[in-house]
């Protein structure tokens, strides 16, 4: 017997186009109007947000692990980079240092329980807020112009990923990739998006 396919244009889909549209929208604004200042506290929203959405995943997990550390850590990370950016790099780097040191010893706190625990706190670090920060001196600082440019590129990538693995994970979708942490997201779908 055959199973009924799933539909392609739910009610989801529709609501993730109509709110897709305006951020779109906003998005070409700040990549390519914006100036540094509002770019910067652009950027940092979004670390924050991508940031918080990491430790909501990671709340999924038996990891004993402390938001306020994460948070910490990404304020950190961007205060040094900001000075390093305004040319104050010896107060950068000083707060990178305390930065690193504030990890381990979070992590030495409940090294017993916890050895994973140094790597979930470096991973946003590395994940998130580096790439967020890459992408100002991208665009103000090494490309100029053209950084705008490179900056849609990178964003059309992830954009056309998502779509092609909603479509293809609604399609073709039979074995969950990560059930606990996305129950929807499926092992097909992402092969789709990653074609």
Same mark, same amino acid.
């Given at each position: 017997?055959?199973?009924?396919?799933?539909?392609?244009?739910?009610?989801?889909?529709?609501?993730?186009?109509?709110?897709?549209?305006?951020?779109? %929208?906003?998005?070409?604004?700040?990549?390519? *109007? %914006? +100036?540094?200042?509002?770019? =910067?506290?652009?950027?940092?929203?979004?670390?924050? @947000? %991508?940031? &918080?959405?990491?430790?909501?995943?990671?709340?999924?997990? #038996?990891? !004993?692990?402390?938001?306020? $550390? =994460?948070?910490? #850590?990404? @304020?950190?990370?961007?205060?040094?980079?900001?000075?390093?950016?305004?040319?104050?790099?010896?107060?950068?780097?000083?707060?990178?240092?305390? #930065?690193?040191?504030?990890?381990?010893?979070?992590?030495? /706190?409940? &090294?017993?329980?916890?050895?994973?625990?140094? /790597? &979930?706190?470096?991973?946003?670090?590395? &994940? =998130?807020?580096?790439?967020?920060?890459?992408?100002?001196?991208?665009?103000? !600082? *090494?490309?100029?112009?053209?950084?705008?440019?490179?900056?849609?590129? $990178?964003?059309?990538?992830?954009?056309? #990923?998502?779509?092609?693995?909603?479509?293809?994970?609604?399609?073709?979708?039979?074995?969950?990739?990560?059930?606990?942490?996305? +129950?929807?997201?499926?092992?097909?779908?992402?092969?789709?998006?990653?074609?």
């Amino acid at each position: 017997m055959n199973t009924p396919s799933k539909p392609i244009l739910t009610q989801n889909l529709k609501f993730r186009v109509m709110t897709g549209l305006p951020l779109a %929208a906003a998005a070409i604004c700040y990549m390519f *109007i %914006a +100036p540094l200042m509002v770019f =910067i506290a652009i950027s940092y929203i979004i670390a924050i @947000l %991508a940031i &918080w959405e990491y430790c909501s995943a990671l709340r999924h997990t #038996n990891l !004993k692990f402390s938001p306020i $550390v =994460i948070y910490l #850590n990404a @304020l950190i990370n961007m205060a040094a980079f900001a000075s390093i950016l305004e040319g104050q790099s010896t107060l950068g780097l000083y707060l990178l240092a305390f #930065n690193v040191l504030v990890l381990i010893l979070a992590s030495l /706190f409940r &090294w017993r329980s916890e050895r994973k625990l140094l /790597f &979930w706190y470096l991973l946003p670090q590395i &994940w =998130i807020v580096s790439p967020i920060m890459l992408i100002i001196i991208l665009r103000f !600082k *090494i490309a100029g112009d053209a950084g705008s440019h490179l900056i849609l590129f $990178v964003l059309l990538i992830a954009i056309f #990923n998502d779509i092609f693995a909603y479509f293809g994970g609604k399609k073709f979708g039979k074995h969950l990739l990560a059930p606990v942490i996305s +129950p929807k997201k499926t092992r097909e779908g992402s092969i789709f998006g990653l074609v």
